[in-house]
């Protein structure tokens, strides 16, 4: 079974500065997926990465995917306390079936 | 267009009851999926329906089962229900054919067993 670590699993960090994310899994995948889950709601889907090398973009975060190191990162840049959430990553088997990530639970402190 | 709809939005039971929960996808997507959120556990898979086949089935008991319709609609049963089964879940469509699709997900169903 396709197993997918993420670590930190709780990260606190003050307002403005950098940090990054990682997602490690067992076997290979070229589908890499980030979501984002505020408190009490449902998850949010962030970024689709699907080739080795893959970056995406979308204001203070960035994710990469490096299928050789079966590695993704998500980075926080100049963090607001608007990124307080729990951040998965998941990744798919060749049936498609998607593995999720235990979680990062983020806290920005202003 | 409308996201993936599930109701109820919260349901209370207590054990050896049985529980519905339904799930409507997005309008356009066959596939549908059913993953059970704890704080303990994380997001774990119960299982996958598309064109009203069940297509893969995570770790869970048979107490937990489904079904999908053939206008893509899903439900997920739990039968004789124990506390263990309080948690949130939630339910996801998605385009399977489209290579790279990611999950849509609902708004989820917080059961409480007492």
């Known amino acids: 079974e396709l197993k997918v670590e993420q670590n930190p699993l709780f990260l606190s960090m003050q307002e403005g500065k950098n940090y990054t994310i990682y997602c490690n899994y067992s076997?290979?995948?070229?589908?890499l997926y980030w979501y984002r889950q505020d408190p009490g709601k449902s998850l949010e889907s962030l970024f689709v990465?699907?080739?080795?090398?893959a970056v995406k973009q979308e204001g203070r975060l960035m994710a990469s995917l490096d299928t050789k190191a079966r590695l993704s990162t998500l980075h926080i840049t100049a963090a607001v306390h608007d990124l307080s959430a729990t951040y998965f990553c998941a990744v798919t088997n060749t049936g498609n079936q998607f593995y999720f990530g235990t979680g990062t639970s983020l806290t920005v402190i202003p | 267009k409308a996201g993936v709809t599930q109701t109820p939005r919260y349901l209370i039971k207590t054990r050896g009851q049985q529980v519905t929960l339904s799930c409507s996808p997005i309008s356009g997507h066959r596939s549908v999926s059913w993953y059970q959120q704890t704080p303990g556990q994380g997001l774990q898979f119960l299982f996958e329906?598309?064109?009203?086949?069940?297509?893969n089935k995570g770790n869970f008991p048979g107490r937990f089962s489904g079904r999908q319709f053939s206008n893509s609609r899903s439900e997920m049963n739990v039968s004789t229900l124990e506390l263990g089964d309080s948690a949130l879940y939630l339910c996801?469509?998605?385009?399977?054919?489209?290579?790279?699709?990611?999950?849509?997900f609902g708004n989820g169903t917080r059961l409480t067993v007492t």
């Open positions: 996801a469509s998605s385009n399977r054919g489209g290579w790279g699709s990611p999950l849509h």
């Open positions: 990465l699907l080739s080795n090398g």
């Open positions: 329906y598309f064109s009203e086949t069940q297509r």
């Open positions: 076997t290979t995948s070229d589908r």
